[in-house]
């Protein structure tokens, strides 16, 4: 019989800004997002606490009333961390940890806990390790307080250093060497995708947690990894597709999220490579989310930065059977009507008419719309592949097959 090991939730409280650039609308939606963030590395939140303020505290980021007012809550229902959603110098971290007696996490660092959770292989376990290293750098001064320095005195004097130079050279090896690794996985990525042929390249790409993992299982007919869960990919999964008489290559990649660390995005730059190298995109939107459009923002922001932006893409809407129009009365004059309160068919006719993309609504968990998203990725694929190779006759003479 398999024992059953008890998960060990952390009690947690989050910490959100509201100044110029962030409305409280705005910070409302990322405390959602990190509230699920912390709910994926396994704490659950009890409190949330926002503070209007026109600049940033630069020693503790928040206001001294709103300090005293955590640290009263901390206390008191034995709080053992604190999330905060904007990114924390190594002062204000340091700070912060004195006053609260407690763990403080920023975003980042919540992100690349949960990287080092989910991260299986040791292509993906590499890129998470360098991001971390990169991130503790700076912050190691507070780790090291009880060792400041070394013992001076007779036969002690001379040539040596401190024990947080000693850290920090040994963080700052490791660092060069995770770099030279990833020098030598990226080599062996590139063969890889090299050696792949003639097949026409397809990914999935998208905001985290919007359903790709679930499209490629679909369509694949694979059994990757798919949960309801921020990151549940982070290994990027390669699976050969047959749809009527036309092979291609599909990849289900690791999900974009708002705020990313710039050092994450170095860090992953081997996955986003399978991206770059593709022939199609497929865009996969969750609209069952209040803030889809915000995602798809999000999502083209990091294609544009990688030079992806322009290729030929296929904007998927995920999770139609989750989507419900918020109600609206039409004798109140009081209240317009907005995108809040469409359907699913006036969605989708405002959205064809809006870009010159194609897109398509769909249900992957429900398989709604399923034959016609393959009926639309086969055209794609088959118009890349007639203009790479027009003597190429295909598996089998057209018209023979259903989708």
Known sequence: MIEKKSLLIERTVIVGLIYSKQNEVVSNDYLNELEFLSLTAGGKVLKRFTQKIN???????????????????????NISSVIFDDELSPAQQNNLEKILKCKILDRTGLILDIFAQRAKTSYARTQVELAQYQYLLPRLKGLWTHLERQKGGIGMRGPGETEIETDRRIVRNKISLLKKKLIVIDKQMSTQRSNRGQLVRVALVGYTNVGKSTIMNTISKSNVFAENKLF??????????VIGNLPFLMSDTVGFIRKLP??????????????????????????????????????????LEINSLNKPTLLIFNKIDLYSPKP????????????????????????????????????????????????????????????????????????????
């Open 55 to 77: 600049l940033p505290n630069p020693k503790t980021l928040i206001g001294s009333g709103k300090l005293e007012e955590l640290f009263l809550f901390v206390e008191k229902n």
């Open 232 to 241: 549940a990919t982070l290994d990027t999964t390669v699976r050969k597709v």
């Open 262 to 303: 710039t050092q994450l995005v170095e860090s992953f730059k081997s996955t986003l490579d399978e991206v770059q190298e593709s022939d199609l995109l497929l865009h996969v939107v969750d609209i069952s989310h209040p803030n889809f459009e915000d995602h798809i923002e999000s999502v083209n922001k990091t294609l």
């Open 328 to 403: 609206w009365d039409p004798d109140d004059l009081t209240i317009k009507r907005d995108k809040s309160n469409f359907s699913i068919d006036e969605l989708e006719s405002s959205w064809i008419a809006k870009e010159n993309k194609k897109s398509l609504f769909i249900s992957a968990a429900k398989k709604e719309n399923l034959i016609k998203l393959k009926e639309d990725v086969y055209k794609f694929v088959r118009q890349i592949h007639i203009s790479r190779f027009p003597f190429n006759n295909f598996l089998y003479p057209e018209g023979l097959d259903e989708y």
